[in-house]
């Protein structure tokens, strides 16, 4: 069974920093691109960040620019997405999802609107509040 696993939500303050995890079973990250969305209640997606499956490219939303950062650990099992500076707004709910489709492979992007996302795990939760 296919399933992605995100982790290291909690609730902090404003300034704070958390460490999301993604990490998968059954497959491996290292031959997709990934994206991490967020959704807070009442609100709509938001991509936040992606990563390419190639050259590591990324790309960030620009409500989180300069304060997230989006990685993949050296073995190529996990995806990470650094927040810093984090701001009450910032508060919902974090997934990660892989976009497997060839073309975005081939062509080495990424997407944090539109693409062609498909899996993607439960969430974590990020609450930033004082």
């Known amino acids: 069974q296919l399933q992605l696993v995100e982790s290291g939500g909690g609730l902090v303050q404003p300034g704070g920093s958390l460490r999301l995890s993604c990490s998968a079973s059954?497959?491996?990250?290292?031959?997709?691109?990934i994206g991490w969305f967020r959704q807070a209640p009442g609100k709509e997606r938001e991509g936040v960040a992606c990563?390419?499956?190639?050259?590591?490219?990324?790309k960030y939303a620009d409500s989180v620019k300069g304060r997230f950062i989006i990685s993949r650990d050296s073995s190529k099992t996990a995806v990470y997405l650094q927040m810093n500076n984090l701001k009450p707004e910032d508060t919902a709910v974090y997934y990660c999802?892989?976009?497997?489709?060839?073309?975005?492979?081939?062509?080495?992007?990424?997407?944090?609107?539109?693409?062609?996302?498909?899996?993607r795990g439960q969430g974590t939760q990020v609450t930033v509040s004082s």
């Open positions: 999802s892989t976009d497997r489709s060839y073309s975005t492979s081939l062509l080495d992007v990424c997407f944090i609107a539109g693409g062609s996302y498909d899996y």
């Open positions: 990563i390419t499956s190639g050259s590591d490219k990324t």
């Open positions: 059954g497959f491996t990250l290292d031959n997709y691109a």
